[in-house]
């Protein structure tokens, strides 16, 4: 089973605030898009309620909640693949064991998720603006960048890297 995380983060670590994304920067959503089609997708209950259009399409959307009921689907995304499970080891047993299943947020599915993940796609955004939820504190020496581009053009600039786990 092999699990990969993907955040837009800060440089102060910083991934929300009042429940939505710090940034929507064009090219990192199709980005997100990209990697995340034909894949699961787990997240919690507070980045499911804050998606504009509910569960996101060609993807298993897998929500962490003890309140189904609060997320129940409006009949408009009948063509949508969407569950609810109320722990992290009934979403795992939700994940194809031959898969790259991804963890999307928010900071608690992160930070629950994180001794998990063995990959971590990153969107490192080169600013360090006002959040009130954070990416945990990640050792680089437990990770090896295996990718990297960055877009100091870009406003605000920001950088795309993939990261594998050398270490526990
Ligand atoms: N920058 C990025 O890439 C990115 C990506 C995604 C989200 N975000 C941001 O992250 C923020 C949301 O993060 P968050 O930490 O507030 O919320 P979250 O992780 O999305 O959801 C938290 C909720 O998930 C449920 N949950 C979590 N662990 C559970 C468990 N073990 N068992 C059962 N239910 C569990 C609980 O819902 P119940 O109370 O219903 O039980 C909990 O209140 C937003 O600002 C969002 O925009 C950023």
Redesign the pocket.
């Known amino acids: 089973m092999s699990f990969s995380i ?4 800060a440089k102060n670590r ?10 929507y920067i064009k090219d990192d959503l199709k980005r ?1 898009k990209k990697i995340t089609t034909g894949h699961n997708i787990i ?8 998606l504009p259009n509910g569960p996101l399409p060609n993807r298993k959307n897998i ?6 009921e ?2 129940s689907l409006p009949d408009k995304y009948p063509d949508r693949e969407c569950i609810m ?4 080891e009934k979403a795992i047993k939700q994940c194809n064991p031959n898969e790259e299943n991804f963890i ?9 998720f994180f001794p998990y993940a063995d990959k971590l796609y990153l ?1 490192i955004v080169h600013e360090e603006p006002d ?3 954070f ?1 945990p504190d990640y050792n680089n020496k437990m990770w090896k960048e295996i990718w990297k581009e960055d877009h100091f053009e870009h406003k605000p600039p920001y950088s795309d890297l993939i990261l594998e786990r050398v270490g526990k």
């Open positions: 993907i955040v837009a983060i910083g991934i929300g605030k009042n429940n939505d994304l710090l940034y997100f997240m919690g209950r507070n980045t499911f309620l804050s929500v962490i909640t003890d309140n189904p609060d997320c499970v109320d722990s992290i999307i947020g928010g900071g608690s599915i992160y930070k629950q969107t959040a009130d939820i990416f």
